[in-house]
């Protein structure tokens, strides 16, 4: 077991790139939800404003963590499983999570554009994409660290 | 699956929650400070911050208890560099935390207080948002979580 905790040197910076992408995807995203959610309620001009703040937190803050995330995994991916020969089905979670949640970081930053304004309907929405990407996030630290099936 | 791939899991849900709530509260603070804010606003984001605590404590709870029970489970020595070295940062980052925890917990009630006074921007709420001590303090609590997601990862001494 102490034998498969050892990995070449040159994956280290990928790896750790890969899981503080991750972490902060995962803390960007909680605060996309709570400021979302917050701007459901309450006085009209902060709930516009916590939108607001949404929007740029899920802009400023969430796509680079996104990209960092996404960028570095394909970086370890190719040390690891030169090729894409080989690769276990935990990766495959990881591409599973990505792809589609690539599409909802984009979907959920316009919906957020789009939530500044006091007249928006598609407020509701924000948060709840943001707690769907957390599950799925949650879905891929499961497959990357438990490794369920080796 | 066997206890140890349990106990990663665990141990790396732990490290999400720590970091995750870190982001949190660090993401809302800078949005607390990046303007002269008025009171009602600090502390519309200060309590917002209180949701990341208890993800902060769950983190740092998990990140230890099931570390130590990692580091027995797989046969590392407890006085391995980077298993002492990241024990050490968790109780710096901890007490660091818990005194910015105070110091936030204080300059959120003086923001309500403020709210409910005219809500007009206040220069003793800016100098607290802003006081240098307690910013390095905050920020120090967050990087000392990175720097052991370095250590876990790099692993030296090992």
């Known amino acids: ?150 | 699956m066997s206890l140890y791939q349990w106990l990663l899991f665990f141990h790396v849900t732990g490290a999400f929650f720590l970091i995750g709530g870190i982001v949190v509260a660090g993401i809302l603070n800078l949005a607390a400070i990046v303007k002269d804010r008025r009171p009602s606003e600090v502390a519309a984001l200060y309590g917002l911050i209180r949701f990341a605590v208890p993800l902060i404590g769950a983190g740092l709870l998990l990140t230890l208890v099931i570390g130590l029970w990692l580091v027995h489970n797989v046969g590392y020595g407890y006085g391995q560099t980077w298993i002492v070295a990241a024990i050490v940062l968790w109780v710096v980052g901890s007490a660091l935390g818990n005194i910015d925890g105070k110091y936030q917990r204080q300059t959120g009630e003086l923001a309500q207080r403020l709210a409910t006074e005219g809500d007009a921007p206040s220069p003793e709420l800016r100098a607290r948002l802003l006081n240098p001590l307690a910013l390095v303090i905050s920020y120090a609590s967050g990087l000392t979580a990175f720097a052991v997601l370095g250590l876990m990862i790099w692993k030296p001494g090992a």
């Open chain 1, 1 to 150: 077991m102490v034998l498969a905790l050892i990995r070449p040197d040159s994956w280290n910076l990928p790896l750790f790139l890969h899981v503080l992408g991750a972490t902060l995807t995962f803390g960007a995203t909680a605060t996309v939800a709570l400021l979302g959610f917050a701007g459901q309620r309450g006085d009209p001009d902060r709930s516009v404003w916590l939108r607001g703040l949404a929007f740029w937190v899920g802009l400023v803050v969430l796509v680079p963590a996104f990209i960092l995330m996404r960028g570095t995994a394909l970086w370890i991916l190719d040390k690891e499983f030169p090729g894409g020969h080989n690769e276990p089905d935990w990766v495959g979670v990881g591409f599973i999570v990505t792809e589609p949640g690539a599409l909802l970081v984009i979907v959920m930053v316009i919906l957020a554009w789009f939530t500044r304004s006091p007249k928006s309907r598609s407020a509701v929405a924000v948060p709840w994409l943001a707690s769907i990407l957390l599950v799925a996030l949650a879905v891929a630290w499961f497959a990357m660290s438990a490794k369920p099936g080796g």
